[in-house]
T-cell receptor, first 117, second 114 residues
């Protein structure tokens, strides 16, 4: 079974600053995806960024980038130039491949990020 | 709005009552999922449909839970004889591609069992 651990329940960052959210995972699989999902207050969860385990290059999406360390089973999210709209719950998630056609994700417990003025 | 919609958004019920939630996925998506999120936890997978076929069920889905997707479009999740431990946010998600992991979530149906 896979586990995903987010050890930072809450974080705060000032607008325009950079913040890094941590995530570690445990798996015996070699082929998998890792994700960061964002859940704004009272709104639906959306995908922020995805990393394929076979890719060595870290994924980047605009202000969002990851630091993927496969050997250490670490997957952190860096948010640059933080904006008030980044305030949300952030979930790290794992999905092993070879699960048939289902996108079965294992989520961490989340990090609540507050962006302040 | 062409996103995933869920109804009702909030449901308060007494222990022992039955409740039903509905999910309308994005129209072109043939894969539909139910996840459950309890307070302080991340979402947990419950079940998965491809078109009208329920292909996978988590062991979290006890006999009191049943999900359907009769015509491969909307889905319902019914909980019979609710218990206080069923209190949670029930999230529906859909996608149309294989194993990308990108799920399009609804806003959820929050269940409170008194």
């Amino acid at each position: 079974a896979q586990t995903v651990t987010q050890s930072q329940p809450e974080m705060s960052v000032q607008e325009a600053e950079t913040v890094t959210l941590s995530c570690t995972y445990d798996t015996s699989e070699n082929n998998y995806y890792l994700f960061w999902y964002k859940q704004p207050p009272s709104r639906q969860m959306i995908l922020v960024i995805r990393q394929e385990a076979y890719k060595q290059q870290n994924a980047t999406e605009n202000r969002f980038s990851v630091n993927f360390q496969k050997a250490a089973k670490s997957f952190s999210l860096k948010i640059s130039d933080s904006q008030l709209g980044d305030t949300a719950m952030y979930f790290c998630a794992f999905m092993r491949l070879n699960t048939g056609t289902a996108s079965k994700l294992t989520f961490g417990t989340g990090t609540r990020l507050q962006v302040t003025l | 709005d062409t996103g995933v919609s869920q109804d009702p958004r909030h449901k308060i019920t007494k222990r022992g009552q039955n409740v039903t939630f509905r999910c309308d996925p994005i129209s072109e998506h043939n894969r539909l999922y139910w996840y459950r999120q309890t307070l302080g936890q991340g979402p947990e997978f419950l079940t998965y449909f491809q078109n009208e076929a329920q292909l996978e069920k988590s062991r979290l889905l006890s006999d009191r839970f049943s999900a359907e997707r009769p015509k491969g479009s909307f889905s319902t999740l019914e909980i019979q004889r609710t218990e206080q431990g069923d209190s949670a946010m029930y999230l529906c998600a859909s996608n149309g591609r294989v194993n990308t992991g990108e799920l399009f979530f609804g806003e959820g149906s929050r269940l409170t069992v008194l």
